[in-house]
Nanobody, 124 residues
Framework: QLQLVESGGGLVQPGGSLRLSCAAS????????IGWFRQAPGKEREGVSC????????NYADSVKGRFTISRDNAKNTVYLQMNSLKFEDTAIYYC?????????????????WGQGTQVTVSS
């Protein structure tokens, strides 16, 4: 059974940092591109960042460029999202998912096998 599990969310002040993890069970991540998405209350789920299976290619939403960094450790079967300089508007549930052939588009429809999400709250 393919499953992704997100962790690392929490409450942080504006300007702070968090590192999210996306761990796989039931399969090895190194064959797949992985994307991070987020969904704030009352809003649609949106793409945040994605990374190729090798880690050699990445893509970011404009809203997080320069602040977030996606990486992967295939030996640990885990993908990470380092989030720095967090803003109020980064508050959301963050999800990871497995990308299809057009993973680089960072579109919800190109992803499957979603995790349950981890809550990130940026508040003073």
């Amino acid at each position: 059974q393919l499953q992704l599990v997100e962790s690392g969310g929490g409450l942080v002040q504006p300007g702070g940092s968090l590192r999210l993890s996306c761990a796989a069970s039931g399969f090895t991540l190194d064959h797949y591109a992985i994307g991070w998405f987020r969904q704030a209350p009352g809003k649609e789920r949106e793409g945040v960042s994605c990374i190729s299976s090798s880690g050699g290619s990445t893509n970011y939403a404009d809203s997080v460029k320069g602040r977030f960094t996606i990486s992967r450790d295939n030996a640990k079967n885990t993908v990470y999202l380092q989030m720095n300089s967090l803003k109020f508007e980064d508050t959301a549930i963050y999800y990871c998912a497995v990308g299809g052939s057009k993973w680089y588009r960072l579109a919800v429809g190109e992803y499957d096998y979603w995790g349950q999400g981890t809550q990130v709250t940026v508040s003073s």
